[in-house]
């Protein structure tokens, strides 16, 4: 129950709402409690009283005996209630904070925790593991307490009517104590392994339904089914484990409140012949028992929910003291400016070993189109995260104007940066709000529309019945690749960026598009520093200044007419694709 610890900062939040859900429950307990002890008397005083001659007379005193106990009940049932409006809405408050911190928590974290994480794993912790935690947070914390409350009441009201008959009804109480130990370990192992196996389903679906279009070009249905079916079983197992260890506690409990019931029955009449007790003491200890039969029955319950939320808040609180690999250190207002120099930056990826990056080193000048080249594994993509602070490099140093890249502000650097990357993400909304995404400010509608014109898209856009309002698909699957390429342009294009990234993403335009889309760019690459990443020399031929990448390593640079004098690496990557072009 550690784990649970991290929750107490969310108590101190709601104290006020979690003291009186606790006073509510005494005063609730409270009132049921006397419901017994009132039986106890009325039914001490009916025996002793036989004055009751009349119809009349006997009706009307069971009404008034009847009319207590229902005031008594709705006493009891109004204070209950209140419990539940002040401890289930306090878990209800939290659940919504948690969620809130976690999602908090998944922005801050960088992209190397994202790229060893599944995504299907992250939507359960938000999802699965905080309603368990809620769990807790709501029943569980109200049923305890309500354990506790009524224990000692009835506790002290069993010893005021006889001490001895209570130390008899106790006796299976150490005995249930036992139990509950011995089994909440087991069902906390058993309840970690269920959480693990469904974090492990949910992203066997994910996967799944974000690659749909790849599992059924390739006739793969049957074995992806089988490959869920199978995780589902093992899920299935586990949970049935846990099912198994709860269920049997139950009747366990049950049968152990029985035996107190019994006891209270059977010594209570030896005491009853002896004169210790009177007829509305026995009676009053039997109801003592039953109010004291759920709360100990539902310990099974509670314990599993408990055990299950111990489970899952462990599991959040690893994502939680994750600390993000990239801080912004600094807050003060930064203006993008001046010229970009990587000097001997190397960049090795923790988890593989790969060097993806060897001794760097190059200088973007401000407002200059710069170009990198290479084959696929060369390292571009990772020198574009390392521009955008995704990575820190293991070695050497990324400045602008001198500065280096992890002492300036970082929020400021790519609020003044635009990247349209390699892989397109398109959200499930309009195409005017993903256009829109790009820039915080309120834009007009002409904006847009001047964005998606400079992508060329604009033609796409207007041929659709709904235009910009047209609602994209998950991930723009209604989209060509070409047309989510272009959309994603003139997300980037709208902020008017002082540093424009494009990170090969032109590869699913044809030549002719590309030509119109690099020759928007230009009419207005005076007011910008733009870096262009592609494997096409098309693309990239009229950059001011080219570097060739291989294998993590800049082998030659300079512009276009410069490198092919050298008759090298990309003069042989120009014929080769020439070649191909016109085949």
Known sequence: MKSLSYLNKYFIKYKWRFLLGILFIVIANYFGVQMPIYVKD???????????????????????????????????????????????????????????????????????????????????????????????????????????????????????????????????????SFLIYKVSSKMNTLSTEVQREQSLLSTIAQETFAGIRVVKAYSREKETHEKFNASSLDYKKKN??????????????????????????????????????????????????????WPFASLGWVTSINQ??????????????????????????????????????????????????????????????????????????????MLMRQFDPTAGQTTINNEDLRTINLEDYRNQSGVVPQEVFLFSETIAENIRFGKNDELNHEEIVEAARKAHVLNNIEAFPDKFETILGERGVNLSGGQKQRISIARALIRHP???????????????????????????????????????????????????????TVIEQGSHEELMALNKAYSEMYFKQLAEDNT
């Open 42 to 176: 009325t039914t001490d005083e009916l025996i002793k009283n036989t004055s009751v001659k009349t119809t009349t007379e006997g009706v009307s005193l069971a009404l008034k005996i009847g009319g207590i106990y229902v005031l008594l009940s709705i006493a009891s049932g109004v204070f209950l209630f209140l419990t539940r409006q002040t401890i289930i809405i306090m878990s209800r408050l939290i659940e919504f904070d948690l969620k809130n911190e976690i999602y908090a928590q998944y922005q801050r974290l960088d992209y190397s925790f994202y790229k060893k994480n599944a995504t299907g794993d992250l939507m359960n912790r938000i999802s699965e593991d905080v309603s368990q935690v809620r769990m807790y947070l709501g029943p569980g914390i109200m049923y305890t307490i309500n354990l506790i409350a009524l224990f000692f009441l009835v506790i002290y009201q069993m010893v005021n009517v006889n001490p001895l008959l209570t130390l008899f009804v106790l006796i299976p109480l150490p005995i249930m």
């Open 498 to 552: 002082k540093l424009l990234v494009l990170d090969d993403c032109l590869s699913a335009v044809d030549t002719e598009t590309e030509e119109i889309i690099l020759s928007n760019l230009k009419a207005d690459s005076d007011k910008r520093t733009t870096v262009i990443v592609s494997h096409r020399i098309s693309s990239i031929r009229n950059a001011t200044k080219i570097i060739v990448l291989d294998h993590g």
């Open 240 to 293: 049935m484990r846990l099912v198994l260890v709860n269920s049997l506690f139950m009747p366990t409990i049950v049968f152990l409140i029985g035996v107190s019931t019994i006891l209270a029955i059977y010594v209570g009449g030896l005491y009853y012949f002896e004169a210790q007790i009177s007829i509305g003491g026995i009676l009053a200890f039997i109801l003592f028992v039953n109010k004291l039969t």
């Open 308 to 385: 299950r939320a111990a489970a899952s808040q462990k599991r959040i609180n690893e994502f939680l003291q994750i600390q993000p690999e990239i801080v912004n250190t600094n807050h003060e207002a930064y203006t993008l400016k001046g010229d970009i120099q990587f000097n001997n930056v190397s960049y090795t990826y923790p988890n593989s070993g790969i060097e993806a990056l060897k001794n760097v080193s190059f200088t973007i000048k401000e407002g200059e189109t710069f170009a990198i080249i290479g084959k696929t594994g060369s390292g571009k993509s990772t020198l574009v995260n």
